[in-house]
């Protein structure tokens, strides 16, 4: 299905069968690692009071 594309392309992309299921296992590890790595300080807008306002405009308005 759609979902398995990305690992679909990572293998077809590396001819050695063992570097292509490397790279697959790393390229996972690596989603699995950021938000750890991730050091910052700064929040997001996400709680800022104008992209509040906006989004429930959005959802008022939908």
């Given at each position: ?11 077809r ?5 063992l570097?292509?299921v ?6 996972i ?6 938000p ?11 709680f ?15």
């Amino acid at each position: 299905e759609w979902y398995f594309l990305f690992a679909y392309a990572i293998l077809r992309s590396i001819p050695n069968k063992l570097g292509g299921v490397l790279a697959l296992l790393f390229s996972i590890l690596v989603l699995m690692l950021v938000p750890m790595l991730h050091t910052s300080k700064q929040r997001g807008n996400t709680f800022r009071p104008p992209s509040q306002i906006l989004c429930w405009a959005l959802v008022a308005t939908c």
